[in-house]
Nanobody, 126 residues
Framework: QVRITESGGGLVQPGGSLRLSCNVSGSHLHSIGWFRQAPEHEGVSCIN??????FTTSTGKGRFTISTGKYKNTANLKMARLSPDNPGLYYC???????????????????????WGQGTKVPVSS
């Protein structure tokens, strides 16, 4: 069973930075994605933890950076220059079936994903 724990959220002012961390266990991982519920579900940034390829959607293009750790079961999301358009409940998940590219993973939703954590809230307010 895939288990995911997210951390690192918190109130940040516009223009500020935040680092979110996602730890995954119980899965033969190859990809991890960060998503946002605000209020609709959308992909934010995804990574193939074995070859390091990444994809970031327009939500964070040029400002958000995703990376993995030494044991390839984590996905860290560094968010810079946060704006009032970025608040939401951020959570990470893995693909339920097969191997997928980071681009494809970020476009997934619903039953195509598994291991939803509780998420971490990111409010952006001055």
């Amino acid at each position: 069973q895939v288990r995911i724990t997210e951390s690192g959220g918190g109130l940040v002012q516009p223009g500020g930075s935040l680092r979110l961390s996602c730890n995954v266990s119980g899965s033969h991982l190859h990809s991890i994605g960060w998503f946002r519920q605000a209020p609709e579900h959308e992909g934010v940034s995804c990574i193939n933890t074995y070859d390091g390829t990444t994809f970031t959607t327009s939500t964070g293009k040029g400002r958000f950076t995703i990376s993995t750790g030494k044991y390839k079961n984590t996905a860290n999301l560094k968010m810079a220059r946060l704006s009032p358009d970025n608040p939401g409940l951020y959570y990470c998940a893995t693909p339920r079936f097969g191997i997928t590219t980071p681009h494809a993973l970020c476009a997934m939703s619903g039953d195509a994903l598994e291991g939803w954590g509780q998420g971490t809230k990111v409010p952006v307010s001055s």
